[in-house]
């Protein structure tokens, strides 16, 4: 099983970026950054791909998601942040493994 460690995130004025990582002990073909807020489901926000990059449409042009797999790194870039933002971020891999979670706060 793949482990994944996050890193990142914390408190930022709406309008402000922030990145987030995702550190892997394995590589898996497909990557995915998801988000929950206290009460409500899960959400995938973005996935990446041999075949590219996919976006939830409320983060469409604002988000970037990226991988280096040489550093097994998973990136999300997180641009023009939105209170709407606010929740606790998690990476993902296709076969099932859950980041730890990081906290971003959008808020002045």
């Known amino acids: 099983q793949v482990q994944l460690v996050q890193s990142g995130g914390g408190l930022v004025q709406p309008g402000g970026s922030l990145r987030l990582s995702c550190a892997a002990s394995?590589?898996?073909?497909?990557m995915y950054w998801y988000r929950q807020v206290p009460g409500k489901q899960r959400e995938w926000v973005a996935s990446?791909?041999?075949?590219?990059?996919r976006y939830v449409d409320s983060v469409q042009g604002r988000f970037t998601i990226s991988r280096d797999e040489a550093k097994k790194m998973l990136y999300l870039q997180m641009n023009n942040l939105k209170p709407e933002d606010t929740a606790v971020y998690y990476c993902?891999?296709?076969?099932?493994?859950w980041g730890q979670g990081t906290q971003v706060t959008v808020s002045s």
């Open positions: 993902k891999t296709s076969r099932g493994a």
């Open positions: 394995g590589s898996d073909l497909i």
């Open positions: 990446i791909s041999a075949a590219g990059t």
